[in-house]
């Protein structure tokens, strides 16, 4: 069975104080994590070390790098190879932000290649794919992100794809305050998770927790996650404060 997922994505936020009171804060009301379920918190690079020292001793925590470089090593001022999150017991990465693909420009190739070194180095990528808003009104979103998918992927055996989470990214639906209703979210992660039966058939499919990615609050966050194709959500502002996160981890199914 796959697990149902809180992940948390602190993008460029919180001072280092500001980001250990917040994960003592969710370990104080959220001190057990049901059987199933996973709370991923996704800092920022100088966090790491303090961030996996302060779950350590609580099940169901992990915590994620926000990228690694699609290289293994060499002169790549300011950038942090997946060998590098994994010699300090990184577990998770996520790959392919939409504002990594806007801002740095990230190709489905660049990302091959960190999904690729991921797996090398026993890390887990939460890989996302969505739409842009101008996807959404004049294309087919779903081929769209089919597409992202199958670009990526490609170079990936079966055997890893299985272990893969993917975060749907309805990109028109980031920090604007829109959400897509219940019923377009399961829309799109019925389309991910048929892609993924049509091209690796039904006992990977199955496998593999998708994620709802767009403006997740504790508000709607039940009615998100009781859909059957999706897994959880990957969160961004609403889990900088304790409490909306933590009513976001309650409502896993």
């Known amino acids: 069975m796959r697990k149902k997922i809180a992940a948390a994505n602190w993008k460029m936020n919180l001072s280092r104080e500001e980001g250990k009171e917040l994960i003592e804060q969710l370990l104080v009301r959220n001190p057990k994590i049901g059987e199933g379920h996973q709370v991923i918190l996704a800092v920022p690079f100088p966090y790491l070390e303090l961030a996996s020292s302060l779950v350590a001793s609580h099940p169901g925590y992990a915590i994620a790098a926000q990228n690694c470089y699609h290289l293994p090593a060499g002169a790549y001022t300011g950038e942090v ?4 999150l994994a010699s300090i017991g990184i577990k998770y990465c996520v790959v392919g932000h939409s504002e990594r ?4 420009h990230e190709t489905p190739e660049q990302l091959g290649e960190k999904l690729k070194l991921c797996f090398s180095h026993s890390i887990t990528p939460i890989f996302c794919c969505g739409e842009s808003l101008s996807v959404r009104e004049n294309g087919d979103p779903g081929s769209y992100v089919k597409e992202q998918l199958s670009a990526s992927l490609s170079k990936l055996t079966p055997e890893q794809v299985a272990k893969l989470v993917i975060a749907y990214e309805p990109i028109w639906a980031i920090g604007t305050g829109k959400t897509a209703t219940a019923a377009q979210a399961q829309e799109m992660h019925f389309a991910i998770r048929n892609y993924l039966l049509d091209c690796y ?12 990615g767009g403006s997740v609050k504790s508000s709607n966050a039940a009615e998100i996650f009781g859909n059957p194709d999706v897994d959880g959500g990957l969160v961004g ?5 304790a409490d909306e996160f933590s009513a976001i981890i309650k409502a896993l199914p």
């Open 201 to 212: 058939g039904n006992t990977i499919a199955a496998a593999i927790s998708i994620l709802y």
């Open 81 to 84: 190879s997946a060998s590098m």
């Open 237 to 241: 502002g609403a889990s900088l404060n």
């Open 101 to 104: 693909r806007e801002y740095q």
